[in-house]
C-alpha cells in the first residue's frame, strides 16, 4: 500500500453516504434539494457535515462561528452537536441561501441556537473583534479569494485552544498545479504557505472531499 489515497468515484461516494456517517432523513432531503438548485455544489458533503458535528463534540464547544452558511447543512450539523445553551453565529450575504437554512434549522429544531446575521462576513468578523467576543470554533466556507485576510481575522477571535476549520483548501486540486494562476486559487495557496509555516497554531491538512484544514490556536 503505498501513501496515495483511495480514488473517490461516484460508487464509492455512495457507500460513504451509507456507510461512513449518519445522514438522517432530514440532511439528506436538504442535501437533496440543494443539490437541485444553481450553486448546489457549494454544499458541504455529507461526510464533512459528520465531521464538523464530531468536532464540536470532541471539543465541547458552546461557541461557533460559521462563515458561509449557504442552504444550512453545516450549520445544522453543528448545531445539532451544541449543548442546549450553545449559540452557533452564522455569517451570510445572501438571503435567498439562507432562507432555505432558517426553514430546516425550524424542521430540526436547532432555531434557538443559531443566530444568523446577514452580513459581509469578514467586515462583520472585524466586527466581532471589536466587541472581544471569542469562539471554541469557526469554519470557514465563504468567498476563497479573502482566505488569507479572514484568516488574519479568524485567529484573532478564536479562543486559545480554539479550532478553525478551513474548507477547499486544495481547490479542486489547482493548488499543487504549476500552471493554474488565478484569483482564488492564488488566494488559497498564500493562505495555505502562511499557515504550514505559522507558529502560533497547530496545524494539519486532511484531503478530505476539497481538503480541510484544521488550525488550532496556541496559547501565546
Ligand atoms: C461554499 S458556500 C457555504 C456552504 C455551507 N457551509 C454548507 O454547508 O452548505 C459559501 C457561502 O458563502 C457566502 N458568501 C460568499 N461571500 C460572502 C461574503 N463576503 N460575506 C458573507 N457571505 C459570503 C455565499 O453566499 C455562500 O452561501
Redesign the pocket.
Known amino acids: 500500500m503505498n501513501s496515495r489515497h483511495v480514488s473517490i468515484t461516484d460508487e464509492l461516494q455512495e457507500y460513504l453516504i451509507r456507510f461512513g456517517g449518519r445522514e438522517d432523513p432530514l440532511l439528506a432531503r436538504l442535501r437533496e434539494e ?1 443539490l437541485q438548485m444553481r ?1 448546489g455544489h ?3 458533503c455529507p461526510e ?2 459528520q465531521f464538523l458535528f464530531f468536532l464540536v463534540k470532541m471539543l465541547k464547544a458552546r461557541s461557533v462561528l ?12 453543528m448545531a445539532r452537536a451544541l449543548p442546549d445553551d450553545g449559540v452557533l453565529l452564522g ?4 438571503k435567498k ?2 432562507d432555505i ?1 432558517e426553514t430546516f434549522w425550524l424542521e430540526a429544531g436547532v432555531e434557538d441556537k443559531i443566530e444568523l446575521r ?7 468578523v472585524a466586527r466581532l473583534q471589536d466587541k472581544g467576543l471569542e469562539f471554541d470554533l469557526i ?1 470557514l ?3 476563497k479569494e ?1 482566505y488569507p485576510e479572514y484568516y488574519e481575522a479568524c485567529l484573532k477571535i478564536l479562543m486559545p485552544d480554539g479550532l478553525l476549520v478551513i ?2 483548501v486544495l481547490w479542486y486540486g489547482n493548488v499543487a498545479k504549476p500552471s493554474v494562476s488565478e484569483p482564488i486559487t492564488d488566494a488559497i495557496r498564500r493562505l495555505n504557505q502562511t499557515i504550514v509555516k505559522d507558529e502560533r497554531v497547530e496545524m494539519v491538512t486532511l484531503p478530505f472531499s476539497d481538503g480541510m484544514t484544521l488550525v488550532r490556536k496556541k496559547h501565546s
Open positions: 440543494t450553486f457549494m454544499q458541504v464533512q457535515g460559521e462563515i458561509g452558511v449557504f442552504t444550512g447543512y453545516s450549520s445544522l450539523c455569517l451570510d450575504n445572501q441561501f439562507t437554512a446577514l452580513c459581509d462576513a469578514l467586515a462583520e469554519f466556507d465563504a468567498d479573502r474548507d477547499n
